[in-house]
């Protein structure tokens, strides 16, 4: 008979409130109903007793088990579920909300020019502006909201290192929580500034906006370099749950970052083409949203610029609410196994881009009424707001391991479509007001479900073989 060698050892992981058994081959980990049964014929000599030690599962663990070997585990699923209970009093959860304190910083940064401006040129005219974040911020000018595209652009570099981290710090049933609460501090963000920002500086003067978000921007850094940490592993303040809890629940994927990336292997994935295409026809709506709407709401609908300062807001604290409640609702429904994760992409995507279809199309019919036009908008930036966590984060359900990589491509074909939409948009509007708003619409809803259909037909959220550890 052979013998155990004494590399093998014994591991009772806590996972949360479940205790994760496995047995710690020098090959791998093996769960519990595999583990091979010790008898006295297992050994040669009765007197020959194997070394058994039991630890907890660490770093050591992680780094002999292969990525993927512990899969479909009940352990480790009952496990996931029952943690996800506890709450958001977590590192993992207080690194999402120093994230998003991060990104609610970058926006405000960049868009509090375009409020202070007027102030800076005239100092005199500000007893006369009750609110030079509604009054200035929605004339729709080319100006005044090119600040707002670059605050997205700054945002979208940033966002590539903080997917990256959710890699490796997210489980599988938290994620959509997880980055959802990260990246909804840039509405929120946009929607401090425009309600804010004038009343700044017309009570303390212009050079406040810049000392009070400048100085929650270096806040946001100190605890950035203080608390923000790579792995959970190395994280001086996590406790052991915790930790373990997050390692025994990424051993399920394949993590690890890999230098060597398979350019052609991607060309071919139709996955991952899927969605190259939904990322650009979403991002044709947004940038529209973006540079024009603040212009539809005060030309078209005859609004003055204070209630269009103010509508305008209200739709960014619309996105931001719908942002975040997307991802818990994402999480709640794969931890309590009502849908798989495809469906959930899908169902998400699907979701935020035919409604806001629908009702910006019907937009050109409801014009008489302002009621009736804002719930269409606001109905609109609420579904759309579902699509971050639809195929806008697909990409790390095939890829993980090159995450940072596709983010920054993925981005590349975001910002194209920045600059084709809004471009495209003008010139129809510059033809013929009332005709140029239904085409922009009508050819946004166009481009938004042809790249619906592709995602559909050809998303999946396995990871690809081309992103497998060879």
Known sequence: MRTLHSTSLSADHICGETTCKCWVLAEGVLPTAERPEQSDQTFPSANARPRVTRTNMSTRAEAKAPEGDISNDGDLNSAQTQSSKKGFCSVRHGMALILHLCNFSIFTQQMNLSIAIPAMVNNTALPSLPNASTERLPTGSPNSWNETLQASEVVAMVSIGQYSIWVKWAPPMERNQLISIT??????????????????????????????????????????????????????????????????????????????????????????????????????????????????????????????????????????????????????????????????????????????????????????????????????????????????????????????????????????????????????????????????????????????????????AEVQDWAKKQ
């Not at 017309?202 to 009070?212: A, K, M, N, R």
């Not at 709506?285 to 540079?291: K, R, V």
């Not at 035919?354 to 050109?364: D, E, G, K, M, T």
């Open 183 to 460: 990246i909804s501090g840039s509405p929120l963000g946009a929607l401090i500034i425009l309600l804010s920002g004038g009343i700044l500086c017309q009570t303390l003067g212009w050079p406040y906006i810049f000392y009070i978000f400048g100085g929650i921007g270096f806040a946001c850094s100190c605890l950035w370099f203080l608390l923000i940490y790579d792995d959970p592993v190395d994280h001086p303040f996590i406790s052991t749950h915790e930790r373990d809890y997050i390692v025994c629940s990424r051993a399920q994927q394949d993590f690890v970052p890999d230098w060597s990336v398979p350019i052609k292997a991607m060309m071919k994935s139709l996955p991952l083409w899927s969605i190259i295409v939904s990322n650009f026809s979403e991002n044709w709506y947004f940038y529209i949203n973006m540079a024009y709407m603040p212009t539809y709401i005060s030309s078209v609908l005859q609004v003055s610029l204070t209630d269009s300062g103010f509508l305008s807001a209200l739709m960014l604290g619309v996105t931001f609410i719908c942002t975040f409640l997307g991802g818990l609702l994402a999480d709640f429904l794969l931890s309590r196994k009502i849908l798989r994760l495809i469906i959930i992409r899908k169902l998400f995507t699907a979701i935020g881009v035919l409604i806001p279809a629908v009702f910006s199309v019907s937009l050109s019919w409801v014009t008489s009424s302002l009621n009736i036009t804002m719930a269409f908008l606001v109905l609109c930036v609420a579904s759309s707001s579902l699509c971050q966590t639809g195929a806008l984060l697909n990409f790390l359900d095939i890829a993980p391991r090159y995450s940072g990589f596709l983010k920054g491509f993925l981005t590349v074909f975001s910002q194209i479509s920045g600059a084709i939409s809004p471009t495209v948009a003008g010139f129809f509007i510059s033809q013929d007001s009332e005709l140029g708003w239904r085409n922009t619409f009508l050819l946004a809803a166009a481009i938004n479900v042809s790249g619906l259909v592709f995602y559909l037909i050809f998303a999946k």
